[in-house]
């Protein structure tokens, strides 16, 4: 539904949320988790402009009526759960009252201006912190390009398994260690082994990796036992962040035979603070993904015409890398790739309901990654291991270094917009980490 | 250290603590969340013979003291996680007010007895609930057996991968499908494509199977980062319970590449809803497991002296079915298999240090579950996929019936006891689940 919260005219008495190329202008109102003082608890709020806006702060201000303060109301607690269970009825509500609360030409508007010292904070004042309590992650692997770039560096005779076309690949992650986007990432230990080592050591990771991904939060979730149907899993979906899905490539390799990626992936994974609802993403909903002739269509449970025609999200995800050297130098940050969502070959509707078609059921606030988005193209490629082909193609920064894999002091950035004509152009903001060096020598734990 | 809380003369004044055969004697006295209604939040309870003790009535009857009440009062919110995280000091205290004050022999328990009807509950009268609010869920793979059998089904030619002696290898399963023994198992649906298929099918799986393991929950967790070495890997367990990793064997053959198991899995997990003790299981200790000649030590950051002398616990296992059939002519319940915990190759010890040792943080009552239990012998064989031979080898039950995996109505039942000559025998009572039918025809979720 494009209505008029999308349209470019439409404007906010923040000033900076009218400015162009703002991640966060008054079409987006993306929901976060943020706090003033490390001993605070989180409050949620939405990002505006460079502000963010205190949710509890414009309830009681009387800001919001009837059905969108209820909905905030179920942020109460400083958690965005309860109002991703609650449905697109209530977010819906809410983006509607957050409009009129923040627009410069309703009388909401001009009374939350008038308390404008109490309701918004500046954005670089507050933490920012993971939005949501995510119960269970799982990630997939639903970039065909990922998939068979991956594929033929391990299998070089059958890059692409015989299921692929079939199942959305997906595996379970670790909860525990997802992080907010600024959260130093600390060069893991593992094992490993090269093909010419008698036996494995124990030691940092030498292959460091990122991961450009794009995650979904679950909102009204399924009871054990109860599959949702294609048709119903858009309304299951709350809203999108960033992911990096960080890797140790050497560890994996060795330990992922036979049952999947365990330490390789699971010392961090860090997303973006904002939450940019299906709502805003409505003016970029776009086909799913066009099958090359020849595939096989997907299983009727996956399929629905409301999912071929619109199934897919147009964002435009970049991955940017900035060096300790070039942060000294004040060198910016390096494009190492850019791509689009509508490359991925699974939609996120069939990620859902082929997560639940089992059974299984997802919680409010559960997070569900895509894999590593990468398109055909070289510079589409979503982590390092395809861009440098396994480290075999060193990308070269505009330092002079080189980068095989990730070294320490990396920071890797991640950045995520839509744009089309008659809208406006919306941000997912960044998701951040820098590689901190491993904290000891490969004995420092025995 | 086994003190006289271990010793068989000890007995309660709940007479059926003292009967022989009782799992919960008063040496054992494992935690658990009971509730007696399904609209009541729950309570930790202990198990002692045929009833349940409430700790919160225990506190406020007076019958703890000290430190024994400090450690009862991290459970009044009704979860055992803030014990867990307490450590083995505030465990051990509890385990020792607890003993004072259901022996017959002392003041307390006779103080505890005149309040008898208050402070217990027959078992059978309350619900019991998943024991600790389980944050993640990692599933290993820690029986080389089993690594063998199910590597000889899938890799004749190499049934073990080169990684499996150096790495204790596993992989993350779903915290939310965890339930509590009783809990019916609805047979899921999934992707499954014979051999000789050209495409595969939606619908529900002809291959269910279960998984005899154990399990281990977490006491205090480690900070993001922060490996735990192997000489703290004992401190950092709780206790122990048994559990089910159902499983879809036909979807797990077609799905598990390259990522591992995944929708084969996380339809149902079932626990056993009491936690054995580190402290109650300290007689039952034995030696890790003695590796063959020739097979590599285990690399340095998961060995100790330690571990190697008494890593194992010397756990007996078994498997029971009953089917629909047997059930209704009252025909007992039918041993299919039963093993010794101290197969498994890799300890519970290494099991922690290894999930830990890239800087994965573990959290108070997350739970490491084994990997199927299964010995060398054919009757040791801890599923169906092993015990049957991946369905060549049927297996006749009692009432004639035969089975190659598991079929609606079957009811599989696991228990695990320890005993030794000079201690009291303590059992994990059991971990009960029955298949119901599929919910619809294979095509139900479209």
Not at 92 to 101: K, P, T, Y
């Amino acid at each position: 539904m494009i209505d008029e919260t999308h349209h470019p005219d439409l404007r906010s008495w923040v000033d900076s949320a009218n400015e162009p190329g703002t991640d966060f202008p008054i079409q987006n109102l993306p929901l976060g988790t943020v706090r003033r003082d490390p001993s605070e608890a989180g409050t949620v709020a939405v990002a505006i402009g460079n502000d963010v806006m205190l949710l509890d702060v414009a309830v009681r201000l009387g800001l919001l009526s009837g059905p969108a303060r209820e909905a905030a109301a179920a942020c109460a607690d400083g958690f965005i759960n309860p109002l991703m269970a609650l449905g697109p009825g209530p977010r819906r509500a809410l983006r509607a009252g957050l409009v009129n609360a923040l627009r410069a030409d309703s009388d909401t508007g001009r009374r939350a201006r008038s308390h404008a010292s109490e309701l918004l904070v500046t954005a670089s004042d507050v933490e920012m912190l993971v939005p949501a309590a995510i119960g269970d992650y799982s990630d997939f692997y639903a970039s065909i390009e990922h998939a068979k770039n991956l594929g033929s560096m391990f299998r070089p005779d059958n890059p692409l398994l015989p299921n692929y076309k079939y199942v959305p690949i997906g595996y379970h992650g670790r909860a525990s260690s997802i992080v907010a986007s600024g959260t130093g990432i600390v060069r893991p230990s593992g094992q490993t082994k090269a093909e010419t080592d008698a036996a494995p050591s124990f030691g940092p990771t030498k292959r460091l990796d990122y991961e450009l991904e794009v995650g979904v939060f679950v909102g009204p979730g399924n009871s054990l036992s109860e599959p949702i149907p294609i048709a119903q899993a858009e309304e299951r979906m709350f809203g999108l962040c960033l992911v990096n899905d960080w890797s140790a490539r050497d560890v994996q390799g060795w330990e992922y035979q036979p049952l999947g990626p365990f330490l390789a992936k699971n010392f961090a994974t860090s997303v973006s603070p904002w939450v940019v609802t299906m709502d805003a993403l409505e003016p970029f909903r776009a086909p799913a993904f066009r099958r090359a002739d020849g595939d096989p269509a997907p299983l009727p449970y996956l399929s629905s015409p409301a999912n071929e025609t619109a199934g897919g999200v147009d964002i435009q995800l970049e991955v940017w890398l900035r060096s300790a050297k070039m942060r000294a130098a004040k060198t910016p940050a390096y494009r190492l790739s850019h791509v689009r969502f509508t490359q991925m070959y699974w939609t996120l509707a069939q990620l859902v309901t082929h997560h639940a078609s089992n059974g299984c059921n997802l919680n409010p606030g559960d997070l569900l990654a895509s894999g590593t988005v990468s398109g055909a193209a070289k510079d589409s490629r979503g982590c390092m291991q395809e861009l440098t082909w396994r480290g075999t193609e060193p990308i070269t920064l505009p330092s002079g270094e080189q980068r095989r894999f990730l070294e320490d002091g990396d920071e890797v950035i991640m950045r995520g917009f839509c744009e089309r004509d008659g809208c406006a152009r919306i941000g997912f903001g960044e998701c951040r980490g820098t590689v901190l060096p491993a904290i000891a020598s490969a004995g420092h734990i025995t």
